[in-house]
C-alpha cells in the first residue's frame, strides 16, 4: 500500500520560509518523478514543483522560481520544497504527488498517481 504523508506547513510571516517534506513508503521511491502542488481557497489545484528520479532534472512554476528550491533524499524516500521569501498569495494546501513524468508537461495532474493529504501553508502580511 502507497502512502504519501506531507509535514512541515505552518503559519509564517511574509519574507519568511518554511520547509515542506514529503514521506512516500510503499513504493521504490528512487524511481519515481515527484512533484509538488498547491490549492488555494476558491482556486483551482496547481503545479509548484517536479523533480526527476535522481534529481538532475528540476521545474517550478514562474510564481516560484528563484524562491522555492525542489529536492530529494532517495536513501530516504523523502521530497523536501524549501521555500523562502514567502508571499501571502503563497497560501494554500500543498500536495505531494508521485508520478511517472517530468517535462514540459510535468505540471499535468493526471501524470501522478499517488497523492498526499496535504499540509496547509499559511503567509501572513
Known amino acids: 500500500q502507497v502512502q504519501v504523508v506531507e509535514s512541515g506547513g505552518g503559519l509564517v510571516q511574509a519574507g519568511g520560509s518554511l520547509r515542506l517534506s514529503c514521506t512516500v513508503s510503499g513504493l521504490t521511491f528512487s524511481t519515481y518523478h515527484m512533484g509538488w502542488f498547491r490549492q488555494a481557497p476558491g482556486k483551482e489545484r496547481e503545479g509548484v514543483s517536479c523533480?526527476?528520479?535522481?534529481?538532475?532534472?528540476?521545474y517550478y512554476a514562474d510564481s516560484v522560481k528563484g524562491r522555492f528550491t525542489v529536492s530529494r533524499d532517495n536513501a530516504k524516500n523523502t521530497l523536501y520544497l524549501q521555500m523562502n521569501s514567502l508571499k501571502p498569495e503563497d497560501t494554500a494546501m500543498y500536495y505531494c504527488?508521485?508520478?511517472?513524468?517530468?517535462?514540459?508537461?510535468?505540471?499535468?495532474?493526471?501524470?501522478?498517481?499517488?497523492w498526499g493529504q496535504g499540509t496547509q501553508v499559511t503567509v501572513s502580511s
Open positions: 523533480i526527476s528520479p535522481s534529481g538532475a532534472y528540476k
Open positions: 504527488a508521485v508520478g511517472y513524468y517530468s517535462g514540459q508537461y510535468w505540471a499535468t495532474e493526471s501524470n501522478y498517481n499517488y
